[in-house]
T-cell receptor, first 109, second 116 residues
């Protein structure tokens, strides 16, 4: 079983729509959680950290459910520029990050 | 800040040849990571260094792969001999220790390797 599993999508949504997707992680000892964004043929970049109480960054909202071991990302008022692959990332006690395979989001005009 | 610098950006080589990938970390970052990304396996950690010392190389696939960090501003990943299944994008990432920064890793643009 992979340490981090994501629905690969793709999620095709019109501009202005809300899109949400989850990922699950297998290691209950995981301590930190993140969403990274990767554009086509580019490097991954940190989108936001995910905190236990949930957190927002503009149009992006992240939630963590430790009991069920899943993390979610919600994008409100989607923009064309939100089209990308979103990587769910989990960190254990060491500095190593485990990346999910990514969820592809395509926002259409 | 120039960010993480990787070279070459693209490499095409023939099976059996030696390949050397290079990384210059962001100045002051004390962690350096080498990742490999393929469609089939996603993003995999190969090895990481802290203060130029290899900490965990459990992700290095075979003895054909080796990595060094001779100083704080340079690291190499070498594949010798290369095989077609090594074709992938290789990313170098760096980060800072410290409670509030430890989780952020900054990725370089990657090296696209094709082994024929």
């Amino acid at each position: 079983r992979k340490e981090v599993e994501q629905d690969p999508g793709p999620f095709n949504v019109p501009e202005g729509a809300t899109v949400a997707f989850n990922c699950t992680y297998s290691n209950s000892a995981s301590q930190s959680f993140f969403w990274y964004r990767q554009d086509c043929r580019k490097e991954p970049k940190l989108l936001m950290s995910v905190y236990s109480s949930g957190n927002e960054d503009g149009r992006f909202t992240a939630q963590l459910n430790r009991a069920s071991q899943y993390i979610s990302l919600l994008i409100r008022d989607s923009k064309l520029s939100d089209s990308a692959t979103y990587l769910c990332v989990v960190q254990r006690g060491d500095y190593k990050l485990s990346f999910g395979a990514g969820t592809t989001v395509t926002v259409r005009a | 800040d120039a960010g993480v610098i990787q070279s070459p950006r693209h490499e095409v080589t023939e099976m059996g040849q030696e390949v050397t990938l290079r990384c210059k970390p962001i100045s002051g970052h004390d962690y350096l990571f080498w990742y490999r990304q393929t469609m089939m396996r996603g993003l995999e950690l190969l090895i990481y260094f802290n203060n130029n010392v290899p900490i965990d190389d459990s992700g290095m696939p075979e003895d054909r792969f080796s990595a060094k960090m001779p100083n704080a501003s340079f690291s190499t990943l070498k594949i010798q001999p290369s095989e077609p299944r090594d074709s992938a994008v290789y990313f170098c990432a760096t980060g800072l220790a410290g409670a509030w920064r430890r989780e952020t890793q900054y990725f370089g643009p990657g090296t696209r390797l094709l082994v024929l």
